[in-house]
């Protein structure tokens, strides 16, 4: 199927929670993973063919959709999940997949995250025609039941909750057998797999019931999944004890996201002690959204130098100038910034010895809420490039100070 950039993203092997918003541009540009990474991959895997723009404006286009095609580079490879730093994505070629047919989804308790985990693998092993495995536990669904007017799922409440779905002809029995005797609700009809799912779609509003999250998204390897799933609350435990967090996410692929509610100020501890866990079960501390601008003090505990020079090197190849999102993933030219990312007042706000009559320019991109708007007393990250004539921020203090700054603004 042919598309143009702006198209939105429905009806297409991939299903991701901004699928009413998403572009196809946008969605190739994040490699965007979401329900049905375990059946179809992210969208790298839908990718045929691609027309982007360079920098310099050339177009480049290679959208003949063949199977086999060894002539070369596989740029349209290179661009999904380069975050607009490569091209502008004008258009793409993208597979289609037969529509689901006999689709049965099943919400099933489990007593715990040890189980949960090795049903999901079980479905995975002895359910073809699966098409996702979802979790979320008791926490996330107390809040939604409380503050969103969901009505428990199962009479008996679950410490856990997984998700199944399949289609296909055998898909129902092999739901059935898989669940045994198990507590569990089953939909069949569009409606009622649509209840279902509200419980997992919802759960990235679960936090925003309590405060301002901070929202991660990693993933780690199988065999890890049930130490990152069932630790990260306690590791966040550790630098805010009074924090909430709520945990929730795609068990098949190891993809885990970990909302915090912070109790102690948002400085950064709290990605930071998840981030680091995750580097030590030899995760990744972006599994679906990206590197961005809020995450790129922690891509060392991903890549490595060798790794980041070689983005670096990419980069300058396709955008020698650094014209196209330049705060975003390692360029050549290190870019003069800082990270400012919450509350303080203007006399905190020297750093690094920056004079405070420093002109700056701000920058604004969407935070984790996606909100472009400023609200009254909300705090938004921002990027304040330094201008060339004072001193560079040094590397190690724009990776391990943050500068926490009110948004002034009426709007951005
Ligand atoms: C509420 C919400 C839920 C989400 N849930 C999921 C999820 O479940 N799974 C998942 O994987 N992702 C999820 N995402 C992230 C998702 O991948 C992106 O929001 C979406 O794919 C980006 O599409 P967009 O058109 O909104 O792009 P934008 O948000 O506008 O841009 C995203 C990035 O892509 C770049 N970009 C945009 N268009 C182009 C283009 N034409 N060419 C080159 N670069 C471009 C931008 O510069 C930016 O760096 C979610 C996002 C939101 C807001």
Redesign the pocket.
Known sequence: MMTP??AL?RSLP?L???RD???????????????R?LRFG??RAQLRGIE?VLADGTVVSHLAGLVKDNTGYDYPSL?AG????L????GARLRLVPRPRDTVTVLAGVGGLDELHALARRAVREVPGLVSAEFFTRTGLDILVAHAGLAPPLAVPAAAYLLLEASGPGAFGDLADLIGDREAAVGESAADRARLWSYRERH?EAAGFLGVPVKLDVSVPAAQWVRLASSAAAVVADVDPGAEVITFGHVADGNVHVNIVPAAAADGRHEDAVFRFVASLGGSIS????I?ALKAPWLPLARTEAERALFARIRSALDPAGT??PN?LPWSRKPQFSIFSASCAPAAMPVGGLPRTTPISVRPF?AAS?SRQCRAESVYPVLIPMAPEYEPISPSVLSHQYWWCPCPFGRW
């Open positions: 950039p702006g993203l991939i991701i929670a901004s918003s998403a572009t196809v541009g946008g969605a190739v540009a994040t490699n965007a993973g979401g329900l990474v992210p969208m982007a661009l380069s975050e607009g730093t091209a502008v994505v004008t990235p599994a679906e959204h990206g961005g196209l999102n975003v969407r996606n």
